[in-house]
């Protein structure tokens, strides 16, 4: 149980393009999804933090308006990559949390960002 | 600010010895401490929580000890297997609705057979 998934797992993109990412809980019905980036060799940065159905919290020095979240159900998030830049590139992972489960996020598998 | 530092350097091991991994946290008070394994080019994998009133948890081969004075915790693997060779993480929260995780810079472990 408590599987979150990622679609998709790597994508390519031109500079200046956008790209959307999802985040799905499987079995389980997420009230909050985060989202985090990590770089080569770097631990998780928490990006931001959605409940569903309200606006994202973003993490100091994350430009809202650039990474575009969206929590529309309890099992569904997305993050939207707005004009992406080379120095976008990263691994983007999601991970859900439902209380009923307990204090433990469960993750998704990461999507990797290449802009070109 | 918040700082969490696990052993720098990779850990290299013998098969069938046990693995000791460290978390030293600064200017934070966790209510729970969790250790996650990360594989390359995939998402984390949640092994173990501990709470603060706890002293020591055990699951299969693993045991998390937290030691709130020392803010420290240890992760031990026992009978470690080559399979076992991952990047392990900590991470902190204090719980509460939203309960943000506070990550740890990982300890690469290597398990020779």
Request: with cysteine; hydrophobic share 35%; charged share 20%.
């Amino acid at each position: 149980g408590a599987v979150v998934s990622q679609h998709p797992s790597w994508v390519i993109c031109k500079s200046g393009t956008s790209v959307k990412i999802e985040c799905r809980s499987l079995d389980f019905q997420a009230t909050t999804m985060f989202w985090y980036r990590q770089f080569p060799k770097q631990s998780l940065m928490l990006m931001a933090t959605s409940n569903e159905g309200s606006k994202a919290t973003y993490e100091q020095g994350v430009e809202k308006d650039k990474f575009l979240i969206n929590h529309a159900s309890l099992t569904l998030s997305t993050l939207t990559v707005t004009s992406a830049h080379p120095e976008d590139s990263s691994f983007y992972i999601c991970s859900a949390r439902e209380p009923e489960l307990g204090e433990t996020q469960y993750f998704g598998p990461g999507t990797r960002l290449l802009v070109l | 600010s918040q700082k969490i530092e696990q052993n720098s350097e990779a850990l290299n091991i013998q098969e069938g010895k046990t693995a000791t991994l460290t978390c030293n946290y600064t200017n934070y008070s966790p209510a729970y401490l969790q250790w996650y394994r990360q594989d390359p080019g995939r998402g984390p994998v949640f092994l173990l929580l501990i709470r603060e009133n706890e002293k020591e948890k055990r699951k299969e081969r693993l045991k998390v000890t937290f030691d709130t004075t020392l803010k420290q915790s240890l992760f031990h693997i026992t009978a470690s297997q080559p399979a076992d060779s991952a990047t392990y993480l900590c991470a902190l929260s204090r719980g509460g609705a939203t309960n943000k995780l506070i990550f740890g810079t990982g300890t690469l472990l290597a398990v020779q057979p």
